[in-house]
């Protein structure tokens, strides 16, 4: 059964349609439908308070310019395509004004001698009046910029293996509160393993820097966890609600993590903090776990000494002796002596593993962890600072022999107890958790949490138990049951990635789980079967959709209501399809096609202007109605959205091939010279994510010496007015879980295409963290100019202090009366003290903020 725990949420600002314009932001309204009674909590979908977002890049054309929307702004006009014009400037001149998008292109200014000495800002107009203009920016030389990085120094394995470091899987988040993304950056050593491969690893390493490539923390995950794809996802979002972002990972002993200094200098260094329990029973942080072949034969020969004791075996489930579950006639006594465990093991390895396939070499088997304390670990994001360290849920058990590592023809320990899921989810409705899953093909387990501030409460957890076995040496538990009543047929149905999306439409997010989907409060909503077809193992039989590589959820068909979810299944002949789309409320097949075999990539788009909805293509190319309409698709490595018609392109290249952006219709339309994408034949880039500028997503590729993280940014003018995609909830928990495992795009809660109609474009009740504090911030800024002087310095700091003391209490009509005082201070100010412009945006910003507070 998932047990459910409810947490006080953080306290949060909320916005509907108020927008405050400072520094090129939204600051928006505090509460939604609380009245102003002190004990009214602050509601709305919490988001982040995001800057301009403004970048300018020179082309042979012109100078391109493009600038961020907030949702807030948005919300003042119709739907998605609302908000203000904007004027820009160009050395302090207005040149233009922009009404129907968020980018310009300057033809006046044309070659790189004459960009680069140009600069350029926007300022947002409301009702005639320019109400803030943003920090100028001096133009690109391309259309790009660098992130420099700071790659770890190389390493050595206890086998003698020498290894090297490339920039991996990414992530962006608001650390300090200003507006502005920060970069989180996964570092994976030349000799990172899939789960089923043997060998030791370098550590893997999560770096965060600067927009300005300074490196402000590293965490060192240490010898205790395994580097591959399956084995580390980070997720960074703000958890607690105090404008800035937290990084939530697996640890383990050995966990270090430093904070650097302006200059580049350690400040500190510190390893995680073990629970109590684990430091009284002698754990540390120089443990190592990892185990040499040497090592893993002691491990089995534990394993066959103790053989009569193990739960399964006592209770009568499995072979009372090895002798029986080998198929070989009795030869000891039990309990084995040590001798006999010996021999038994030397069998084992030499004889019955070999036997049941010619890859089984488990005299070689070193590098794997199987045993030592697991954790989860929350860090601030700004230092690395660890904030709380808690066990890991679930624990892993044992090395596999539960999870059927031993039961088929590749003995493989280690490989289905330790694949990795992760996400995060607003799963009621406006905090965001964070979801941590264990296995999927033989146990499924799935865990939620919540972030206060000051400590990790589970949300729910989900475990499907073990498929049963009669026989951990000799049984096929893929496609079973687990022994849970309630989640039981989640086993065998997750995806090597995991999608946050509200299915059902009740405003809160659920848990797409491959090919089942849990509910918001940690029930199962639905897990898909169907019936076998002819020409498959067995048909007529009902069986699962089952596990899959490549999953993608949004409002693929514009014409049906909801959203709906196109997958791919290696299931083969004991799947009911290779690839399906299917509702997403309810997990029924709409159409799909059955293949007979490891059906491995699949994805959705735009990708023809001229059919209804997304594509979609894994076995040919069809409508999102399912119309066949061209034998083969596209590329599937990774989608993006660059062009300005609002169409989908994909990104191509893996290996030491040269990425590219290539579009269906016009071919390529970017090559993205030196630089490379990750995780080998995936070709995934290190993220695809609307970081800045308008709402179109850009690339983020490592250089192909790993010093640099490339951002390009689409420098096409496009005519389409809409919010950052940061600003949808599901776009945003979407980017966070990007980086598990296998990376999929991000996708919208809306249908968004190049037929989308902007007018009808959904626009999030929200509130958007760190806003009250940035109206602190331009209040200060007026001080500092001058603009705010004498007594109605104090006299205006005063409300907004009592103002955000509310909101830290989740107070929402305490912190309204603050607002009000705030606003009647500036109609009762002196001539003198409070320069006319800056009254007029401060009264203005502040009182956008009040109207959902009564």
Avoid at 247 to 254: D, S
Avoid at 349 to 359: H, I, K, L, N, T
Avoid at 531 to 557: N, Q, R, Y
């Amino acid at each position: 059964m998932s047990s459910v725990q409810k947490t006080a949420r953080p306290v949060c600002v909320a916005l509907t349609a108020g927008v405050l314009l400072t520094a090129g932001l939204s600051v928006p309204a505090l509460a939604q439908g609380g009245g102003t009674a002190n004990g009214a909590p602050i509601g709305g979908v919490q988001l982040e308070y995001l800057d301009r977002g403004l970048v300018a890049a020179a082309t042979p054309q012109g100078v391109f310019l493009s600038w961020r929307l907030s949702a807030t702004e948005a919300a003042e006009g119709a739907a998605g395509a609302g908000g203000p014009d904007f004027t820009v400037y160009r050395d302090g001149q207005p040149i233009a004004t922009v009404t129907d998008s968020t980018n310009f292109l300057d033809p006046s200014v044309i070659g790189p001698a004459a960009a680069g000495a140009a600069r350029y800002s926007v300022a947002a107009v409301v009702d005639g009046l320019e109400v803030y203009r943003s920090a100028e920016v001096a133009p690109w030389a391309q259309a790009y910029t660098d992130l420099p990085l700071d790659r770890p120094a190389d390493g050595v394995t206890p086998a003698g293996e020498a290894y090297t470091y490339a920039a991996n899987d990414m992530s962006v988040g608001d650390v300090d509160g200003d507006g502005s993304y920060e970069y989180f950056v996964k570092w994976d050593p030349s000799n990172s393993k899939d789960v089923s491969q043997v060998g030791y690893t370098g550590n893997t390493y999560i770096d965060t820097y600067a927009a300005d490539g300074r490196l402000l923390s590293r965490i060192d995950l240490g010898v205790n966890i395994r580097s591959g794809a399956h084995y580390t996802q980070f997720m960074v979002s703000d958890f607690d609600g105090d404008g800035r972002s937290e990084l939530m990972l697996k640890t383990a002993p050995g966990t270090k993590t430093s904070t650097y200094g302006p200059d580049g200098g350690v400040l500190s260094e510190e390893y995680v903090t073990l629970p109590q329990a684990d430091v009284a029973a002698g754990f540390g942080d120089t443990d190592d776990y990892r185990l040499s072949a040497a090592g893993y034969y002691e491990h089995v020969v534990d394993l066959f000494s103790g053989w009569q004791d193990h739960p399964e075996v006592a209770a009568g489930n499995w072979p009372a002796t090895l002798e029986e579950a080998f198929g070989i006639e009795p030869r000891y006594e039990y309990p084995l002596s040590d001798a006999d465990a010996r021999a038994m093991a030397d069998y084992f390895m030499d004889v019955y593993a070999p036997s049941r396939s010619a890859r089984n070499n488990l005299r070689a088997f070193e590098g794997f962890i199987v045993d030592g304390p697991e954790y989860l670990s929350v860090f601030e994001g700004a230092t690395g600072a660890e904030l709380e360290t808690v066990p890991y849920e679930p624990g892993r058990g044992d090395d596999g022999l539960m999870w059927g590592d031993y039961a088929m023809a590749r003995i493989e320990p280690g490989n289905r107890v330790d694949r990795f899921l992760a996400g995060v989810a607003y799963l009621d409705g406006e905090n965001p958790s964070a979801v941590f899953a264990r296995g999927y093909y033989t146990r499924a387990t799935v865990v939620a949490y919540r972030w206060d501030g000051e400590q990790l409460t589970r949300d729910w957890a989900v475990d499907s138990g073990h498929v049963p076995m009669s026989n951990p040496f000799n049984d096929g538990p893929h496609g079973g049951t687990g022994t849970s009543p309630d989640f039981g047929t989640l086993t065998g149905q997750g995806f090597h990635s995991l999608s946050a999306a509200d299915v059902d439409g009740d405003g809160r997010q659920e848990i797409v789980y491959g090919s089942a989907t849990i509910d918001d409060d940690g029930s199962l909503l639905y897990s898909s079967f169907d019936a076998l077809p002819a020409g498959s193992s067995a048909p007529g039989t009902v069986a699962k959709l089952g596990h899959g590589d490549a999953m993608h959820v949004t409002d693929i068909d514009p014409d049906r209501p909801g959203q709906e979810i196109f997958s791919v299944h290696e299931g083969a002949t004991g799947a009911p399809y290779g690839w399906a789309m299917r509702d997403a409320s309810n997990g029924e097949v709409l159409f799909g096609g059955y293949t007979g075999k490891d059906t491995g990539r699949g994805m959705i788009g735009d990708v023809d202007p001229a059919v209804r909805g997304l594509e979609n293509w894994a076995v040919g190319l069809r409508s999102a109605s399912g119309t066949l309409l061209q034998p083969t698709g596209y590329g599937t490595n990774m989608s993006i959205r660059w062009a300005a018609d609002g169409t989908t392109q994909l990104v191509n290249g893996s290996g030491n091939q040269t990425p590219t952006i290539d579009d269906a219709r016009r071919g390529r339309l970017l090559t993205a010279t030196d630089t490379r994408t990750n995780n080998g034949t995936k070709g995934n880039p290190s993220l695809v994510a609307d970081v800045f500028g308008d709402w179109r997503e850009e690339l983020l590729v490592r250089t192909a010496d790993s010093s640099a993280i490339r951002i390009f940014t689409s420098t096409e003018v496009t005519d389409r007015k809409l919010y950052t995609l940061m600003h949808d909830p599901q776009y945003r928990a979407e980017i966070a879980r990007q980086n598990t495992a296998y990376n999929q795009p991000a996708y919208t809660s809306f249908y968004l295409a190049s037929d989308t109609d902007l007018a009808a474009v959904p626009v999030p009740d929200a509130f958007l963290l760190g806003a009250l504090p940035a109206l602190q911030r331009q209040l200060e800024e007026f001080i500092v100019s001058g603009r705010v002087t004498g007594p109605a310095v104090q006299q205006l700091r005063a409300p907004l202090d009592q103002a955000q003391r509310a909101v830290d209490r989740d107070q929402a009509g305490q912190a309204a009366r603050a607002l009000e005082k705030f606003i009647d201070r500036l109609g009762r100010d002196k001539p003198g003290s409070v320069e006319r412009q800056a009254r007029t945006m401060l009264e203005r910003s502040a009182t956008l903020v009040l109207p959902t507070l009564h």
